[in-house]
């Protein structure tokens, strides 16, 4: 039995990094935008250059199995090197592997760093988006929770299946949509999120998926497709938790952003080991908050993910103010 399967993509990432670049900042009727701008049709020399793994599946299969917890991954990988060094990653990270393999390429990424450490990223998704619910050992599925990333094409019908199929053996969900996935509207996620347990978004996703800007209406609303707990990050900004009792809401303490891919990811998987193990949303807070940090002090967005012990140091010294109030 396992405590939980990470059902999402894979990919190579590679981290560029070089300070030829310029900030561009472009204001509109519809807010601000930051864009990332290199001198066109020039050789641009790259100051440092570094390959890990990635995607929302094996980035939340490995937090979870340093944070303690019997894990496995569901995805789709390719054939050749890129396909071996993931599955080399996973197995060195006690991770279980259940996934197919195709002829195709693994997703693959490039991630460009910025002047404000913040990043682009230019993503191929490969084959993780043809998973088919036929090559997934659903017998091996013994689980006390399904995380789901985002998928698309058909891997996404395989989602609503296996939404379907935790629903059957009473198997909680855990959600964690993307933008392109949330800008496509409840009415298309409608199937996963009626099964869902608890649904982990940042507030551009819950915006897109409700169609409202105010907070509260926003935490009402994802509340109201079905999930029983809700929790909206907003990067640096305050973020807010909603049970069916209860709004949280803390602020992140403030640290240097080296990069803050995987950032996402952290607090998501970390939220869920804490309701896992206490059943307690502020401590789930305080544990998500507290994996995140550490993933954004460093590249890369699994390098610095926390043990359970280490996790629990690292709450004690940030000191998290958690502010509760009744619904």
């Known amino acids: 039995m396992y405590d939980v399967i990470t059902v999402g993509s894979a990919t190579v990432d590679v981290f560029a990094r070089t300070h030829f670049s310029e900030l561009i900042k472009i204001i509109d009727p519809k807010g601000e935008t930051d864009l990332l701008a290199f001198p066109s049709g020039s050789k641009i020399l790259i100051d440092d250059i570094e390959f890990n793994t990635g995607g929302g599946g094996t980035n939340t ?4 199995s340093r944070l303690g917890h019997k894990v496995a991954f569901v995805g789709k990988l390719g054939k050749g090197t890129n396909s071996e060094f993931i599955h080399k990653n996973l197995v060195k990270e006690k991770v279980h592997l259940l996934c197919a393999h195709g002829k195709g390429n693994t997703g693959y990424s490039i991630i460009l760093d910025t002047l404000e450490h913040d990043r682009t990223i230019l993503t191929y998704k490969g084959i993780n988006d043809q998973l088919s619910i036929k090559e997934i050992p659903l017998k091996k599925l013994k ?8 998928m698309m094409g058909e891997s ?10 935790a629903h059957r053996k009473n198997i909680k969900i855990a959600f964690n949509p993307s933008t392109y996935l949330a800008e496509k509207g409840a009415k298309y996620l409608r ?9 982990v978004l940042n507030k551009e996703e819950a915006s897109l998926l409700v169609g409202q800007e105010h907070i509260e209406d926003v935490l009402f609303k994802l509340r109201g497709l079905g999930p029983k707990i809700v929790a909206v990050t907003d990067g640096k900004n305050q973020l807010y938790v ?13 640290v240097k952003v080296v990069d803050s891919t995987g950032a996402g990811d952290a607090f998501a998987s970390s939220f869920l080991c804490g309701i896992m193990r206490k059943n307690n949303i502020e401590f789930a807070i305080k544990l998500g908050l507290a994996n995140s940090i550490s993933v954004i002090k460093y590249y890369g967005a699994k390098n610095i993910l926390l043990t359970y012990k280490e996790a629990m140091n690292a709450i004690k010294r940030l000191k998290i103010k958690i502010h509760k109030k009744k619904i």
């Open 61 to 64: 299969a490995v937090a979870l």
């Open 143 to 150: 689980t006390k929770w399904l995380y789901f990333g985002a």
């Open 156 to 165: 996404f019908k395989t989602l609503e299946e296996l939404a379907d199929f």
């Open 191 to 199: 199937k996963i999120l009626n099964n869902t347990d608890l649904l």
């Open 242 to 254: 909603i049970d069916k009792e209860h709004i949280y809401t803390a602020k992140p303490p403030k």
